[in-house]
């Protein structure tokens, strides 16, 4: 099915969600020890609610200001809260009544666009996690990896998704499935709901009414089965399965990213680099894109980058913003991206897309041959995707960011021209060893940043990874004609920074490091077919002019083109985030969140059916 925007609440049904519950009596609800927030937030350092029945906010709004108080007692550190909207409302109809609307106008300015899918949202400097899941209540809660302490359930599940059925045993099931050791459920509505409580019961779920509501706790009598989040003999309080200290092996995008949010969520961290800093390989590039994919079958491709786009960018801005002046965060531009097919058929599949689909304009938007010609001033290959929101950054910036908030958390160490030979696991620990037999570092948890570096290091792990030469072409932006956006098709092209437009980038298969003629040739190809009149706007150097400058990276590319990201196959407490091609400044973000959140026993950023496509042993004869 291809992606369509989300159908917004109806006026009836904001209606009503304003009607169903008032702040004051769901505030009263929430402060009851009965209902199990507070006991959600005492027992957990990182804890997790489950809303299905979201509404205009009202009871995610209680919930913050609740975290917010007991935080500063010793309570949770960290909120997670997931929601499931089959109809998410418009971001300004988000309803907080108290005194204090700091709350809402933080989540009106986060709330992502109306596209289905999950959206993680990072609020209150990070330590609330919202993850809000646009999509029908049925499906995307059998698709949904979360271990939940307390759920928010509302009697008429039709008040909140039309289609939905009523509770049922199956239904419950799913919930019982995400149910961690200890969990509550608050049933708004549910009070002399004979069946709904005889279906909740049937899982494992009981206990009493309260002001209304049912005040449920998770204690079945019975083994848990292991597709369940917890076992019966899980610990109430929810720690990772491994000391919070990671060895990483790589310092570009990928490594640094990873850095970052393990830092954020209080891990200490090894970094090792052969380089003399960050970005000295593949994230090295003088420019590069960040964008989504488009698909006329809605394939995981486009999922995946529908969602790391729109959360790469939310990181982007939180980590200080995205300019070329001196003292940028991050050096780029959000200026948008024109995306022209690249080669008559994939033209010919935009073009027939463009009739089917209605992407939010914000997020992508068809222009006509005509429309791209007036926007650059010159005649192109035709018409076109744009990308208003995308844009192009400088890799080696992005790095450094990254790098550096993760240093302000404390804890992170730098082994920079430390060359890996070999890895090794003794005595629990993963020990990095350079080629003198001395260990640079080692930590119980390794996670492998290193592009096809992690084939040799680990030799013993099946992972399919090719490594492909990109040699990027750099042009004199001095005469170049002056673009509103950066272009993509077969190739792509930056705006001017630093004195240079970026063009390319080649594929080739294989490893020769120096820049060749043959392949600024094909860069300059690729500028031609995108703009036909190029050479009538500008000189072009030829391809063997011995001043035209360029860089040559390896991707590291698996087969299916998607990333690596989790546990590596066959060996302990290793993990990957791998395999970004030639998408790293939008996948580094979204798996690094990922991983975090696997390592931390979190609710997952992406469905289930995505983390396992992300999956490094899926390349193995066993998956």
């Known amino acids: 099915m291809p992606a369509r925007p989300l159908q917004l609440a109806s006026p009836e049904l904001l209606a009503a969600w304003r009607a169903d519950a008032a702040p004051a009596e769901l505030a009263r609800v929430l402060a009851s020890p009965a209902s199990g927030l507070q006991d959600c937030l005492r027992a957990q350092h990182s804890a997790t609610v489950l809303d299905l029945h979201f509404g205009l906010g009202q009871a995610f709004f209680a919930t913050w200001r609740a975290f917010a108080a007991m935080r500063g007692q010793g309570g949770a550190q960290r909120l997670h809260y997931v929601a499931i909207l089959p109809h998410p409302p418009a971001p300004e109809a988000l309803h907080d009544q108290d005194e204090d609307l700091s709350y809402a106008q933080a989540l009106r300015a986060a709330w992502p666009l109306a596209m289905p899918g999950t959206h993680r949202i990072l609020l209150d400097e990070g330590r609330i996690t919202l993850t809000l899941v646009w999509g029908g209540l049925e499906e995307e809660l059998a698709r949904l990896e979360a271990p939940v302490d307390l759920f928010y359930l509302h009697a008429d599940a039709t008040s909140y998704d039309p289609a939905a059925p009523a509770w049922h045993a199956h239904a419950c099931k799913r919930l019982a499935r995400l149910a961690w050791t200890g969990a509550r459920a608050l049933v708004w509505g549910g009070a002399g709901q004979d069946a709904l409580v005889a279906a909740m019961r049937q899982v494992g779920f009981a206990g009493a009414e309260l002001d209304g509501a049912l005040a449920l706790r998770y204690a079945p009598a019975w083994a848990r089965p292991p597709s369940h989040v917890a076992a019966a003999d899980t610990p109430l309080q929810r720690r990772p399965q491994h000391a919070r200290h990671a060895l990483v092996i790589g310092a570009g995008l990928a490594g640094t990213a990873i850095t970052e949010r393990l830092a954020a969520r209080g891990w200490r961290i090894d970094l090792v680099d052969a380089g003399p800093q960050v970005a000295t390989r593949a994230s090295g590039n003088h420019g590069g894109l960040f964008m989504p994919a488009l698909a006329r079958d809605e394939s995981p491709l486009a999922r995946l980058t529908r969602a790391a786009f729109l959360f790469a960018s939310q990181r982007w801005q939180a980590l200080g913003g995205v300019g070329v002046e001196e003292g940028a965060a991050i050096i780029g531009e959000c200026c948008g991206i024109l995306q022209f097919g690249r080669d008559a058929k994939q033209a010919l599949s935009?073009?027939?897309?463009?009739?089917?689909?209605?992407?939010?304009?914000?997020?992508?938007?068809?222009?006509?041959?005509?429309?791209?010609?007036?926007?650059?001033?010159?005649?192109?290959?035709?018409?076109?995707?744009?990308?208003?929101?995308?844009?192009?950054?400088?890799?080696?910036?992005?790095?450094?960011r990254l790098l550096t908030e993760a240093q302000a958390r404390g804890g992170v160490q730098s082994h920079f021209n430390r060359a890996v030979a070999s890895l090794h696991r003794q005595d629990g620990q993963w020990q990095a060893i350079d080629d003198a037999g001395r260990v640079i570092a080692q930590a119980p948890v390794l996670v492998l940043a290193a592009g096809t570096q992690a084939r040799r290091l680990l030799p013993g792990v099946d992972l399919p990874l090719s490594a492909v030469r990109g040699q990027v072409t750099h042009l004199p932006a001095a005469d170049f004609p002056s673009l509103p956006y950066a272009l993509c098709g077969d190739g792509y092209l930056t705006r001017p920074y630093d004195g240079l437009v970026c063009m390319g980038a080649s594929y080739d298969r294989d490893d020769d490091p120096a820049l060749r003629a043959a392949s600024h040739a094909e860069n300059l190809e690729?500028?031609?077919?995108?703009?036909?009149?190029?050479?009538?706007?500008?000189?072009?150097?030829?391809?063997?002019?011995?001043?035209?400058?360029?860089?040559?990276?390896?991707?590291?590319?698996a087969p299916d083109r998607l990333p690596l990201v989790g546990a590596l196959p066959g060996a302990e407490a290793a993990y990957g985030v791998l395999g970004y091609a030639s998408r790293g400044l939008i996948w580094a973000p979204l798996m690094a969140e990922l991983l975090a959140a696997m390592l931390e026993r979190e609710p997952l950023p992406l469905p289930r059916e995505l983390v396992a496509a992300l999956d490094p042993g899926r390349f193995s004869a066993q998956a």
């Open 526 to 557: 690729r500028l031609r077919h995108m703009l036909p009149q190029i050479d009538q706007r500008v000189a072009l150097p030829g391809a063997d002019d011995a001043q035209l400058g360029g860089r040559v990276g390896q991707r590291c590319i």
């Open 350 to 400: 935009f073009e027939q897309g463009a009739q089917e689909w209605h992407y939010p304009a914000r997020y992508a938007r068809w222009m006509s041959a005509e429309e791209t010609a007036a926007a650059l001033g010159m005649a192109t290959m035709g018409g076109g995707y744009f990308f208003p929101e995308a844009g192009w950054l400088n890799p080696p910036s992005v790095c450094r």
